[in-house]
């Protein structure tokens, strides 16, 4: 079973950069499909972004445009690259992966998270 920690949160501006990484352990990581969800307080855990095992990608609207999703499967590593970010975006970030090469958004399809990272956005 493959295991996941992320690493990169932390308290920008708004309009700033952040780059949040998830190093998995476990094989063969390219035949798992990974996610990107968040979670702000009180609310449920949403979709951010999701990458298959061969790279292709699908993204939130609402940060469609701002963040990339980006896998390297010889390191067992996935980014999420947040530009543009806005006080909305303030949440824990999870990492998640599904046991099927194609990526998905939704909560339910995915096996296992990663502890989460804090981001947080001031205006």
């Known amino acids: 079973q493959v295991q996941l920690v992320e690493s990169g949160g932390g308290s920008v501006q708004a309009g700033a950069s952040l780059r949040l990484s998830c190093a998995a352990s476990?094989?063969?990581?390219?035949?798992?499909?990974m996610g990107w969800f968040r979670q702000a307080p009180g609310k449920e855990r949403e979709f951010v972004a999701t990458?298959?095992?061969?790279?292709?990608?699908y993204y939130a609207d609402s940060v469609t445009g701002r963040f990339t999703i980006s896998r390297d499967n010889a390191k067992n590593l996935v980014w999420l690259q947040m530009n543009s970010l806005k006080p909305e975006d303030t949440a824990v970030y999870y990492c998640?992966?599904?046991?099927?090469?194609?990526?998905?958004?939704?909560?339910?399809?995915?096996?296992?998270w990663g502890q989460g990272t804090q981001v947080t956005v001031s205006s």
């Open positions: 998640a992966a599904r046991k099927s090469y194609t990526g998905s958004p939704r909560v339910g399809e995915y096996d296992t």
């Open positions: 476990g094989r063969p990581f390219s035949s798992y499909g």
């Open positions: 990458i298959s095992g061969g790279g292709y990608t």
